[in-house]
């Protein structure tokens, strides 16, 4: 099995978007998945996926880019807000002060292309964001829905914007999602993110995509991981593959 991730699904410059990076790898096993990222992953780049007893690993060359694993148990899930209220969230959104990642594809704000979420406090909801998405034709999969791997990428971002990167830039280290019902192109959603008290360098988030009449259609867990501004380590050590 093989998989690419065209450059215009960047996160950072220089690499995928975290989500939609996930969402590409867990498209290569049946079950809800769970993947970690040991690396950035590569844009434009073909790279391997190779089932490994339960998992199945993701290289790039002898390097290990992702864990794919099925996912186990629920994630939770973060109640919903009114489409009004994400809707007017948006204002404060953190990234028009600061941003990490000014070119990513799900929130940058030099993006025209992309999926222009911009993720704001919830009054009265500590540690809580929503916004606003109108999915379009440009991700579009079977059927007149959208593609799973671009669910995943909305469901990404809004989790690293519970906190403030100006304090502390992150990267997603490892994404669990479950898809209950596919959006619809051209419908408007509503997503809403919540963290948890972070340990050390890493950092819990909560994700929740619904519908703006308040129908939920997918929710996602991740594991953030610390990093210094301006640079994009690998956020645990990479492995090498095996010999042959």
Partial sequence: MSALIEARYNGPAASANGGYACGTFAALTAAPAAVTLHLPPPLGVPLTAEPAGRR????????LVATVAAAAGDVPI???????????????????????FPS???????????????????????????????????????????????????????GGWTTDPARQARVL???????????????RCVIVGRSDPGQGRTLTS????????GTLLAG?????????????????????????
């Fill in 56 to 63: 199945t690993h993701v290289w790039n060359g002898d390097d």
């Fill in 78 to 100: 973060v109640p919903p807000v009114p489409a009004e209220v994400a809707e007017a969230c948006q204002s404060d959104f953190g990234g028009r002060a600061f941003h990490p």
């Fill in 104 to 158: 990513c594809f799900v929130c940058g704000l030099d993006r025209a292309d992309g999926l222009n979420l911009r993720p704001g406090p919830v009054p009265g909801r500590h540690g809580t964001v929503a916004c606003t998405w109108q999915p379009d034709a440009s991700l579009a999969g079977p059927g007149g829905t959208v593609r799973p791997e671009a669910v995943w990428a909305a469901l990404d971002c809004p």
């Fill in 173 to 187: 280290g490892r994404m669990t999602a479950r898809i209950a019902v596919t959006p619809i192109l051209g419908e």
């Fill in 206 to 213: 909560h994700t929740a995509l619904y519908r703006d009449d």
């Fill in 220 to 244: 996602a867990s991740a594991i953030w991981v610390a990093i210094t501004a301006g640079d994009v380590p690998s956020p645990r050590a990479s492995a090498q593959r095996p010999s042959r």
